[in-house]
């Protein structure tokens, strides 16, 4: 986490966010009665939760998953995925992927931190790698894999009054989940979920400031 902060840093409430107590979420926050097995085996993953600088102040890279995906076609996702034997853990990870899938360079991204990991419905236990873009950044979306790269204003995703609670069936029970829909995209499960505990801790540190 750099040292200081510059005068009117536009991210300085994600940085004294990420300086205060936070805590594991999951994808079973919400959900009553479930009692997870405690000899499950999670699998490491990490994602980047990169901020680059646009027109109404910073936004979040975002991308869609190519529709013709095995898994979760269509969603809405960061950049990243699981960590892989060459990597030296969730950071690394997340940088590899974000190079891969939306073609981010690792050495224009400055990391700020890491959140509190996410346990997934799938079995990934993620964690959140918080980053700023230096300077321009053109996204090139993996062929097969990213259909689209896009950003959301970090003001959108960053007030907790943009989240609500949405349910689906899953498995044979209705499964609440957080959504923060932003214009044509459907933000919802881990990614909201992820951001939502990002909003919660600015929020937090807006209150005690």
Known sequence: MP????????????????????????????????????????????????FQDGPRGPEVVLTKRSSRLKHHPGQIAFPGGKVDPGDEGSVDAALREAEEEVGLPRDRVEVLGVMPAHETVTGFVVTPVLARIRGAFMPVPEAGEVEEVFT??????????????????????????????????????ATARMLKALADRMAEDADHG
């Open 3 to 50: 040292d200081t902060l510059a005068p009117r840093d536009p991210l300085a409430p994600v940085i004294r966010a990420l300086a205060r107590p936070g805590r594991p979420s999951s994808d079973y926050d919400l959900a009553r009665g479930i009692t997870l097995p405690a000899g499950r085996v999670l699998r490491a993953a990490g994602v980047l939760v990169a």
């Open 152 to 189: 959301v204003p970090l003001s959108h995703v960053g007030n907790p009054a943009r989240y609500r609670i949405e349910h689906r069936r899953w498995l044979g029970v209705q499964r609440p989940y957080w959504v923060a829909p932003y214009g044509p995209y459907y933000i919802w499960g």
